[in-house]
C-alpha cells in the first residue's frame, strides 16, 4: 500500500510548502466572515497533512500543523510575528501564584500531615523541596496521573501554601485585579475571535457522531474513497484477546498486534487497517464476530479519513490551546469566557458543558487532552473556577449516571474532576447553599441503588451482574460526598443549616434503607445451601464509615444543627421500630422482687440484622450532646421524655447477642457468610461506626432506665433467664450431663454476658460517655495494642482506626507510652510499652479479640512475674462518666447484679455439683474489683457533706435472705481464696479483700478516729520482711546449683582432652609448623616460609579423611581411590567487568587464552564444600532426573532449579549447584617425583631452554600436519628440528588417577566449559583446560577484590567452604592436564609463552597491554607439566614455577609503568632517592628509550615506585592465594592479620625480592630485549599516540550504583523516564540496574526482546548483556530490590531503604519518607560481589513456592 502512495504524498508537499502563515493571517484580518474563512481553510488543508496512510507520522505532520494551520492563528492573534508577540505577553504577565503542574503516571507527590486541610492536597517535588513542609511530617505517593499541584492556594494548606517560587508579591496583595489590562483592545477582539472559532471547531468535530461524512461547512470539493478501521479501548478485554484477535482479523504479526495494542490502551483508539471501505468492513466484522463471545464485543468503526484527519487536528487544537494561555493570564480568561459562554439554545449549550457531557462518548486520548485544558484553564482562574464548578454541580447527576454506565476507569472520566471542586472548602460551602449539593449526590447516589424488600431496605443478593457493576461504580460518589464534608464550617449562616440539614434527611433516608438489611435467620438441623451475598452491604458500610463520623463532626459544630438532627434521627429509628414490632406479645419477668415487662423475642429463632446504622448514628449524637452539654442547657428542646429507652437498646443487644451466640457455635450451620460479618464487625475498618456504637446505645439505654430492669431484658435476650430466675436450675441442669454442647453453649453465653456488663460500665473513653480528652483514647489504644507484644510501627497504624484524613493521632502519644527499638540489619524498628503502663492494663479491653485477649493476658502475667509482683491483673482505675451517663455505675450494685454474682460464686464454691468455668469466675471477680474500684474512687473523691450512694462493700458482707440463706459474696470470696482448684485465681480474690479492707478503713475513718491504721501496717511490714527472707533463700540455692553446674564441665573437657591426647598433639604441632615462633620443632627451624620454587618450604604430608553426606561412610582421599566429590556452583560473572558492553558474537569460534584486562566476563566457581563420593553424587543426580522427568508430566511447574541444565540442590544444604569438583591430593607432588639437582638455570638460561623446547615442539606439530609422507626419506627434513639435549617430545607420561578421578576431572571440566563459554558440552575441545586454568584465575581474583573489599586479611580465617573450594579447584585445574590431550596443553602453553617471549614466527598475539597477567600466570604455570614432563635434563617443576612467575611479574611492572598516569601530588619526599627509588627511574628511562620518548616526562622515583607497589599488590595477593593452594605451604602468620601493608611479607612469601626492580637488574641481558619486544607492539605505539584506552592499575574496585539519600530523588528520576519504545509514554513499572544504572522499562510488552529464540522482557535481556545472566534491579514504583537469574529464577529482597521507624515499604503503601540504609545496601553489595544472587534466589523459591510460579522472564 505505502509505496504506491508515496510519490503523491512527496506531491503534496510542494504544494503545503508554498502557504505561507503571514499571508494567511492577514487576509484573515480583512475577511468580513472569519468564521467560513477559517473553515475553508480547514477544510482544505486538514485532509491533506493528516491521515495519509496507514501509519501516522507524527514529526512531518508536527512540522506542517504547526506551518500551515496553527502558524496563521498565532500571526493573527499576535498581530505580529509569534515569537515577539508572546514574549511580550509573557513579559507583561504576573508570574502566577498558583503551580498547577499536572501531574504525570508515577510523579511523586507530596502531602504535609501537619498542614494540609485534607489528603488531596498535594505538591510537586520541586515546590515540596523549595516549601516549609519538608521539614514536617510528610507522605510522599506516587500519583495515578491527573491530579495537579495545589502550590499557592491558600485554601488547600493551613500554613505554608506558597514554596519560594509561587510566594505572592507583597505589593500586589492588595485586590485581585482583573488579568484583561495587560491586553490591548483589539487584541482581546482578535483573540476572542479566534478562539471562539477554534474552540467551537474542536468541540464540534470531536463530539460528531456520523462515521463518513463531515459537517457542511467542513465537506471538501473532491472526496477520496480512504477509510480507517478504528479500534477503541474498553476495559474488559485483556490485552492477550485484543493481539490475538488482530492477529486474526488483519493478519499482522504477533509484534506489530502487540504495538497495536498498546496504542489503543494508552490513546484509546487505533486505527488497525486503512484502505477503501469495502476493505475495512471486512476487518470489522472479524473483529466483531472474534470478540462477542466472552462479552460485549471490542467497539470498532469504520471511519472516513477525513473525519479522522479533522479530529486529530481537534485535539492537537485543544492542546495548542492550553499552551497558548500559559503565556498570559488575560488569554486564560478569555478562553474560560467562551468556554462557559452559554449558547442561543439556552440550558447546557455552552462549550464546556458539551464536552462534560459527551465525556463518556469520547475515547481515552481525548479525554484527557480536554481534562488537561480545564484543568489549566478553568480551574486556574479563581473567577471562572466558581463558574465552572455550578456548572459541574447542575450537570452532576447526568455526568454521575453516564460515568456509571461507561466502561472506562473513573481516572479517564470528567466525572473525577470533583476532587479539584469539591475539596476547595469555600466552593464546597458554596454549592450546598445554592446547588444543595448534598441533596444532590444523596439523591444520584440513592437513584442507583435499586432493588428494596417491601420495607424498603436495601437487598443485594438480587443484584445482577450489571448492577453489581454499576454499585462498584457508584460508590465514587461517596467519596465526593466525603470531599464536600472534608473541611468543617467556622460560622453557620441560616442557609447552611438549613441546607446541610435538608442533605442529612437525604443521608437518613440512606441509612432508613440499611436499617435491618441481610436478615438473617439461625440454620438448624442441616447447614445453609448457598453462602448469601454479605460483602456488598458491608463494602457499602465501610465506604461510609468515614461520611457517617464527619456528619457527626458536623453537627457537633451548631448546637442548634445538633438538636434539630438528633430530633430528625429519632423520628427516622421511631418509623423503623413501628416496621419491626409486629407479632411479638409482651411477657413478664420478675428477679428478686423486681418485675419489668418486654416483648418475647429469641435471637436464635427469628430474623436477626447486624445492620443498623440510624441507631448508630443517634447513639453518636447523644454522646455530641452529651459533650456539648446542651442536654442540660435546654432540655425543654430535646425530646429525652419521648426516649423509650427498651426500644433503643433492643436492636443494638440482639447484636451482641447474635456475636455471643457465633462464639458459643450454635450458629454453625450458617457457613462462613456470618463469620466474615462477624468479624468485619469488630474490625479496625467498621468498628467506629458499628461496634462502639452499640456499646454506646446501651450505655444511653441503661443509663435512662432502672438497671434491674435492663439486667432482666438482657437475661431474656441472651436466653439465660431461667437459669438465674430458677435458684435450683443450675443444679437440674449440671445433671443432664448428655447435652455436653448445651452446657457448653450456656457457659459462654454467661461468659459472654458478663463481658458485656464489663464493657458497659468500662468503656468511657469516649468523650461524651466519660470525662477524658481525645488523646486518652489512642493512648489508652496503643498501650493495649503494646501489651499483647511489642510491634513495628505500620503494624500499629493497622490496628488503630483512621480518620477521614488517613491520620490515626498515634504520634502525638506514643512517645509518653512507649520506647523505640532500632533495626538491626534485618527485622524492623519495634515500639515497646513502657513499664509504667502496665497498671492501666485492662484484661477485658473492648477491642481485643479472644486471641489478642489470651496473648496480652499471658504477656502481662508473665511481665508481673519477672518483676516479682503477685499475678493479678486487676481492673484499672477508669475516670469518671459525664453527667448524662452517671447513673450507668449503679449497674454493679443492682440486686440483679448481686444476684447473678453470687449465683456464679455459689456455683463455683460448690463447684462440683454445677456446670460452671473458670473464666465465667474471672469475669465475675473482674466485676466485683471495678464495683470496689469505683467506690473507693466515690470515697476519695467526695465533697464533705455529700453521701456516698455506691455502697457496694457493704451489699457484699450482708448474707441472702430468709428462705435460703445464701453466704455474703464475700464470705464465698474468702472460702474460694483456699480452694486448690482456683491456683490461677487466688492473687486476684487477694486483691480484691485486701481492696475491700481499705474500703473499710475509709468509711470507718469518715466516721471514727483512725486507730485501727497501725495494726494493718504492722502485718504488712512483717509479711513483707517474711517475702525478702523466702528469696534470699531462692538465691543463694540457684548459686550453689550454677556453681555445681560449671564445676561439672570443666571436669568433662579436662577428660576429653586427656582421651584425644593424640588429636591435639597434632594441632599443636600444626600451629607449631605454621608459626615461626616455635624453635624447637627441627622441621621449620628458622627458615621463611616460601610458597615456590626450588627453596620452596617443604610440609609433611597430611592424610585426608572425609564422610560422605549421602552414605556416611569415610575415605582417605588417595590417588588410587574412588573418587570424592564436591558440590560446586559454576556461573558466567560480570562482578569485576571494566568493560560490560563486550560480547562474544559467536560463542563456538571465541579463543578465551587470553583473558584481557577488563575481566569483561569470567568464569565463577563457589561450592557449600560438602563432600559425596562420585557415585553417590550419580546415583543422586539421576533420582532427581526421573523425578523431575514424573513431574513434568504432572504438573508444568518450574522448580528453583533447571535440572536440563545439569542443576541439583545440595543434598544437605539445599545450595543451588550445577557440577561436582573431585577432591584431590596437591597434585605437584604427584607429578614432581624426579630429583631435584642443585644447581638450577638462572632465568636467562631456563627462558632459552624453554623457547628451544617450544620451537622444537611447533617444528614437529608441523611435520605432524604436513601432508608430504616423503618426509622419512628426505634426510634434510630431519635436520629442521633439532631436539634440544633431554628432551624427549615422544614420552608420554603414565596417569596416576584412577579410573572414577579421571572421569570426574573431565565432568567439572566439561560442566566449566559449558557454562563459560555459553556452548555445548564437547570434553574434545582444546578450550576445555583453558576455560578450566580461567575459572581458577577468576574465582582468586574475585576473592581477593572481597577480603581487600571489606579489609579483611589476606589468609585471615576463612569459611571453611570458601576455602575448601578454592583448595579444590585449584587442585583440579593443576591436574586436568592430565585428562586432556597433551599436544593441545603443549600447545597452549607455547601460545601463553610466546605472548612474553616472542619466537622467531610471531603470529597475532596480543600485546602486553590486553592480557591480564593472573589468568597469564595460571595459565602458563598449570600448563607447564605437560611440557615438563617430557624434558630429562633434569629442570625441576618449581624452578619452572618460579621463572614464570618472576617473568609474568616483570611483565605486569611494565604494564603499570606503561598505563600508570603518575602525576605530582606535589607529596613529594624530600629525601635523597634511596636505591630503590633510582633503580625505578633507570627502568623507566629504558622504557622511554624503547617507546620512543611517548611516555610522559620521568616523575620522581618515590613516586614510581609507590604507582609500581599499588598496582601490583591485587596481582602479588593474588599469587600467594593461588601458590598457597597449590603447593599446600601454610601462609606466614604476619599476613594473617589485619593491619599494615604485607608488601615485605608477600614477597618474601612468594620469593621476590622487596624491591621488584632488581629482578630486572639480575636478568637484565634477557629483559632488556624483553621490554624492547613488548614495546614495539603496534598496539602498544597506538597505546601511546593516544589512540587507543588501556586498563590502569590497581583496577578500581567495582560497587554497585551510588543510590540517592532521599527515595524520592529516585521516584522522580523515574518520573521523568519515558519507554524508550512507544514514542515518548511514560514507562509502568521503571526498573533501575543496581549494577550500572541503566533505567529500563520492565514488564510491558512493548520493551520485550528476543533472547535465544523466545520473547524476554527488558530486565531479563539486560541481565543477560549486563550481568552474564545475573541482575539485581531496583523496581522504583514498588520500592523493592528485584534478582535474577537466567530466565526462570527470580526473587523479590527487601530494599535498602528504611522509613524513620526502621520498616522498609514495599509497594510504597504506607508513603512514609524513605531513607538510605547503607548497613542494608552493603548486604545486597555482599551478595552481588560473592556471586550469591543465585544461591539467594535458590533459598527464596525453596522457602516461597509462589516465587517459582512467577514468570520471571518477562520482567
Known sequence: MASELEPEVQAIDRSLLECSAEETAAKWLQATDLTSEVYQHLAYYVPKIYCRGPNPVPQKEDALVQRILLGPMEWYLCGEDPAFGFAKLEQANKPSHLCGRVFKVGEPTYSCRDCAVDPTCVLCMECFLASVHRDHRYRMTTSGGGGFCDCGDTEAWKVGPHCQKHGPNPSEMEEEEDPLVHLSEDMIARTYNIFAIMFRYAVEILTWEKESELPADLEMAEKRDTYYCMLFNDEVHTYEQVIFTLQKAVNCTQKEAISFATTVDRDGRRSVRYGDFQYCEQAKSVIVRNTSRQTKP???????????????????????LGSIIGYSDGLRRILCQVGLQEGPDGENCSLVDRLMLNDSQLWKGARSVYHQLFMSSLLMDLKYKKLFAIRFAKNYERLQSDYVTDDHDREFSVADLSVQIFTVPSLARMLITEENLMTVIMTTFMGHLRPRD??????????????????????????????????????????LRQKFLEGFDAFLELLRCMQGMDPITRQVGQHIEMEPEWEAAFTLQMKLTHVISMMQDWCALDEKVLIEAYKRCLAVLAQCHSGFT?????????????????IRYCVSQEKVSIHLPVSRLL?????????????????????????????????????????????????????????????????????????????????????????????????????????????????????????????????????EMLYLIIMLVGERFNRGVGQVSATDEIRREIIHQLSIRPMAHSELVKSLPEDENKETGMESV?????????????????????????????LYFYHFSRAEQSKAEEAQRKLKRQNREDTALPPPVLP?????????????????????????????????????????????????????????????????????????????????????????????????????????HKDMIRWILK???????????????????????????????????????????????????????????????????????????????????????????????????????????????????????????????????????????????KDRRKCVQDPEKYDPLFMHPDLSCGTHTGSCG??????????????????????????????????????????????????????????????????????????????????????????????????????????????????????????????????SIKEMLRTFGTATYKVGLKVHPNEEDPRVPIVCWGSCAYTIQSLERVLSDEDKPLFGPLPCRLDDCLRSLTRFAAAHWTVSSLSVVQGHFCKLFTSLVPGDSPGELPCILDVDMFHLLVGLVLSFPALQCQDFSGISLGTGDLHIFHLVTMAHIIQILLTSCTEENGMDQEEPPGEEESAALSLYNTLREHTGSALKETPSGWHLCRSIRAGIMPFLKCSALFFHYLNGVPSPPEVQVTGTSHFEHLCNYLCLPSNLIRLFEENSEIMNSLIKSWCHHKEVKRFLAGERDAISYPREPNRLLDLPQDYSNLINQASNFSCPKSGGDKSRAPTLCLVCGALLCSQSYCCQTELDGEDVGACTAHTDSCGCGVGVFLRVRECQVLFLAGKTKGCFYAPPYLDDYGETDQGLRRGNPLHLCAERFQKIQKLWQQHSVTEEIGHAQEANQTLVGIDWQHL
Open 298 to 320: 471490542l467497539k470498532v468503526q469504520v471511519m472516513h479519513s477525513s473525519i479522522v484527519a479533522h479530529q486529530n487536528f481537534g485535539l492537537k487544537l485543544l492542546s495548542w
Open 454 to 495: 417491601a420495607q424498603g431496605r436495601l437487598q443485594f443478593e438480587r443484584y445482577t451482574a450489571l448492577q453489581a457493576f454499576k454499585f462498584r461504580r457508584v460508590q465514587s460518589l461517596i467519596l465526593d460526598l466525603k470531599y464536600v464534608l472534608i473541611s468543617k464550617p467556622t460560622e453557620w449562616s441560616e442557609e
Open 582 to 598: 409486629d407479632s411479638e406479645q409482651p411477657v413478664t419477668l420478675s428477679i428478686c422482687g423486681h418485675s419489668v415487662e418486654t
Open 619 to 751: 447513639a453518636g449524637l447523644h454522646v455530641l450532646l452529651s459533650k456539648s452539654e446542651a442536654a442540660h442547657k435546654c432540655p425543654e428542646l430535646l425530646p429525652l421524655s419521648e426516649l423509650s429507652p427498651p426500644m433503643l437498646i433492643e436492636h443494638p443487644l440482639r447484636c451482641f447477642v447474635l456475636c455471643a451466640q457465633v462464639h458459643a457455635g450454635m450458629w454453625r450451620r450458617n457457613g462462613f457468610s456470618l463469620v466474615n460479618q462477624i468479624y468485619y464487625y469488630h474490625n479496625v475498618k467498621c468498628r467506629r461506626e458499628m461496634f462502639d456504637k452499640d456499646v454506646v446505645m446501651l450505655q444511653t439505654g441503661v443509663s435512662m432506665m432502672d438497671p434491674n430492669h435492663f439486667l432482666m431484658i438482657m437475661l431474656s435476650r441472651f436466653e439465660l433467664y431461667q437459669i438465674f430466675s430458677t435458684p435450683e436450675y443450675g443444679k437440674r441442669f449440671s445433671s443432664e450431663t448428655a447435652h455436653k454442647d448445651v452446657v457448653h453453649q450456656n457457659n459462654t453465653l454467661i461468659e
Open 814 to 842: 506514643i512517645e509518653t507510652v512507649a520506647h523505640f527499638r532500632k533495626p538491626g540489619l534485618t527485622g524492623r524498628g519495634m515500639y515497646e510499652l513502657k513499664p509504667e503502663c502496665a497498671k492501666e492494663f485492662n
Open 880 to 984: 469518671p462518666f459525664c453527667p448524662l451517663f452517671a447513673s450507668l455505675v449503679n449497674i454493679l450494685q443492682c440486686d440483679v447484679m448481686l444476684c447473678i454474682m453470687g449465683t456464679i460464686l455459689q456455683w463455683a464454691v460448690e463447684h462440683n455439683g454445677y456446670a460452671w468455668s473458670e473464666s465465667m469466675l474471672q469475669r465475675v471477680l473482674h466485676l466485683i474489683g471495678m464495683a470496689l474500684q469505683e467506690e473507693k474512687q466515690h470515697l476519695e473523691n467526695v465533697a464533705e457533706e455529700h453521701v456516698v450512694t455506691f455502697t457496694f462493700s457493704q451489699k457484699i458482707s450482708r448474707p441472702g435472705d430468709a428462705p435460703n440463706n445464701s453466704p455474703s459474696i464475700l464470705a464465698m470470696l474468702e472460702t474460694l481464696q483456699n480452694a486448690p482448684y482456683l491456683e490461677l
Open 995 to 1137: 481492696t475491700f479492707n481499705t474500703i473499710k478503713k475509709i468509711r470507718e475513718r469518715s466516721s471514727t478516729s483512725p486507730v485501727a491504721e497501725t495494726e494493718g501496717s504492722i502485718l504488712e511490714e512483717y509479711l513483707r520482711d517474711k517475702d525478702k527472707a523466702e528469696r534470699k533463700r531462692k538465691a543463694e540455692i540457684a548459686r550453689l546449683r550454677r556453681e555445681k553446674i560449671m564445676a561439672q564441665m570443666s571436669e568433662m573437657q579436662r577428660h576429653f582432652i586427656d582421651e584425644n591426647r593424640e588429636l591435639f598433639q597434632q594441632t599443636l604441632e600444626l600451629d607449631a609448623s605454621t608459626s615461626t615462633a616455635s624453635e624447637s620443632s627441627p622441621m621449620v627451624s628458622d627458615l621463611v616460609l616460601t610458597a615456590l620454587g626450588p627453596a620452596q618450604t617443604r610440609v609433611p604430608e597430611q592424610r585426608q579423611f572425609v564422610t560422605c553426606i549421602l552414605c556416611q561412610e569415610e575415605q582417605e582421599v588417595k590417588v588410587e581411590s574412588r573418587a570424592m566429590v564436591l558440590a560446586a556452583f559454576v556461573q558466567r560473572s560480570t562482578v569485576l567487568s
Open 1170 to 1299: 560438602h563432600v559425596m563420593h562420585a557415585h553417590c553424587w550419580q546415583r543422586y543426580f539421576d533420582s532427581v532426573q526421573a523425578k523431575e522427568q514424573r513431574r513434568q508430566q504432572r504438573l508444568r511447574l518450574h522448580t528453583s532449579y533447571d535440572v536440563e541444565n545439569g542443576e541439583f540442590l545440595c543434598p544437605l544444604c539445599e545450595r543451588l549447584s550445577n557440577t561436582v569438583i573431585p577432591l584431590l591430593l596437591p597434585p605437584r607432588k604427584i607429578f614432581n617425583s624426579r630429583l631435584n639437582f642443585s644447581d638450577q638455570p638462572d632465568l636467562t638460561e631456563w627462558v632459552r631452554t624453554i623457547s628451544q623446547q617450544t620451537t622444537a615442539l611447533q617444528g614437529l606439530r608441523k611435520e605432524e600436519s604436513s601432508p608430504h609422507p616423503a618426509s622419512s626419506e628426505n634426510p634434510e627434513n630431519k635436520e629442521k628440528v633439532r631436539l634440544p639435549e633431554g628432551f624427549r617430545p615422544d614420552f608420554h607420561p603414565k596417569n596416576p588417577y584412577s579410573k
